[in-house]
């Protein structure tokens, strides 16, 4: 019913910047609860940012926190993943995730009430 696909993955030097965006195709967009998340291979696969319906609440973990932002703009339906200081670490493929039924339009979702997820788009950090 939900269908999203990422863009704007490629090959970047270490230290620079990159944008990520997430088109979904829901029409209740802006009740959606989204998520971005990486994986790279053999790894596990794990939550890079999160934001609530209502935009006013985000999470990182540690590894990105203050490199990354995620944000969205409802009226176009999309999220974005803004990413600065890219490391090599952060090679993987990156995916968005839509949570359709959050629990509170103030309140980030944890990772198994994800509903939909995009095809993934490759980000590749060189040193």
């Known amino acids: 019913q939900v269908q999203l696909v990422e863009s704007g993955g490629g090959l970047v030097q270490a230290g620079g910047s990159l944008r990520l965006s997430c088109a979904a195709s829901g029409r209740t967009f802006a009740s959606y609860a989204m998520g971005w998340f990486r994986q790279a291979p053999g790894k596990e696969r794990d939550i890079v940012a999160a934001i609530s319906s209502s935009g006013g609440i985000t999470y990182y973990p540690d590894s990105v926190q203050g490199r990354f932002t995620i944000s969205r703009d409802n009226a176009k339906n999309t999220v974005y993943l803004q990413m600065s200081s890219l490391k090599p670490e952060d090679t993987a493929n990156y995916y968005c995730?839509?949570?359709?039924?959050?629990?509170?339009?103030?309140?980030?979702?944890?990772?198994?009430?994800?509903?939909?997820w995009g095809q993934g788009t490759q980000v590749t950090v060189s040193s």
């Open positions: 995730a839509a949570d359709v039924d959050p629990y509170s339009d103030y309140d980030v979702s944890p990772l198994y009430e994800y509903d939909y």
